[in-house]
């Protein structure tokens, strides 16, 4: 893969649980590194739901291989998040992995 496409910094952020005073769970997503990556738009679409249109647009994000990165992190790109849904290695070597991930949806 050519470094010249690797351009786009992207923020790995890992998610948080914490027990709040009246017992409950309370989530929060911290930066735990930021890399290097490619972004391509894949797919969008919009449905109605409960009344209003929702928008999903996903994109496929080329990173350097992280072991650590999964389905349970978000990345953040641009001030945008998106939730991950696959991580796939690319080559099925241990350089590089392809992260499908949504944007417009909570995560």
Do not use: C
């Not at 738009?41 to 409960?50: A, F, K, M, W």
């Amino acid at each position: 893969m050519p470094l010249g496409k690797m351009r786009h910094r992207i923020n790995i952020q890992t998610i948080g649980r914490t027990t709040d005073n009246m017992g409950g769970n309370a989530t929060s997503y911290s930066t735990t590194v930021t890399v290097w990556g490619m972004v391509e738009p894949v797919v969008g679409n919009e449905r109605v739901e409960g009344q209003q249109i929702e928008s999903r647009q996903r994109f496929k994000f080329t990173l350097r291989y992280n072991s650590n990165l999964t389905t349970d992190d978000r990345l953040n790109y641009d001030s945008t998040d998106f939730r991950i849904l696959s991580i796939v290695k690319k080559y099925d070597i241990d350089k590089y992995q392809v992260v499908i991930a949504e944007k417009g949806v909570a995560t």
